[in-house]
DNA sequence: AAAATATACCTTGACAGGCGAGGTAGCTCG
DNA sequence: CGAGCTACCTCGCCTGTCAAGGTATATTTT
């Protein structure tokens, strides 16, 4: 089953933190990796996972540079900041909290 | 912790519907009920209730039919239709699928 | 009786995020 | 040389949220 993007939305920025967490990369391998984690459920559409590192940049969550390396086209990598730290330890604590909520909501039969 | 309006976004029909199986009702206590049972963490702007309820009834998943009872305002009620029964049985599928995905995607450190 | 409060409905216009479509560019393989 | 993969980016449309504003009735308070 695939997952629709409305679903998604307001995570997209999470979940690109939370990636970095594992480590400096760039926005192919990024997606690549959402990708298979996801099982092939879901993935970003480039001008969303574009659009997300802009806004994610913008407001100093990650910081971008090139990367010299290899083969192919050029990379730019990005990083995770301290504040997008922080930021992920809240959304990743809003999430839970958001699974229960939902839980409640839309799980069950009477309240 | 209260949730903001963007992680809630593409489940508010799903919400509305699931409210609906317990009963017909109407706007304005529906939503007091999804307040309630979300602990107060969550509510629908009233705007975006009544853009649901058209959007819902346009669809077909809803039916709506005036109240002619009791004291105070007039109510428009709701009732859930057969096509949104359906309909929430795949949202909650949906919404079980994506809680494994996003828990993957966001809670784990590594992959 | 007037004012405040609660119930109950609805619309308009602005804004933000997702994304289809399109574009650039380098490398590899047949 | 052409196809396909890697890798980046932008423009403009669409959709859902919601602040603000509006209407109407019943109850409670002053």
Redesign the pocket.
């Given at each position: 089953m695939s997952i629709?993007?409305?679903i998604?939305?307001?995570?997209?920025d999470t979940i690109i933190l939370a990636q970095l967490m594992a480590g400096d990369s760039?926005?192919?391998?990024i997606n690549?990796n959402i990708s298979q984690r996801a099982g092939g459920a879901y993935g970003?559409?480039?001008?969303?996972l574009?659009?997300?590192?802009?806004?994610l940049e913008q407001n100093g969550m990650i910081a971008?540079y090139w990367g010299d390396d290899?083969?192919?086209?050029?990379?730019?990598?990005y990083a995770i900041t301290e504040a997008g730290m922080r930021q992920l330890a809240a959304d990743r604590q809003e999430w839970s909290e958001t699974k229960k909520v939902l839980d409640a909501l839309i799980l069950t039969k009477e309240g």
């Open positions: 629709s993007a409305d998604l939305r307001g995570h997209t760039y926005g192919y391998e690549k970003f559409k480039e001008a969303t574009y659009t997300a590192f802009k806004r971008s290899g083969p192919g086209a050029r990379r730019r990598y």
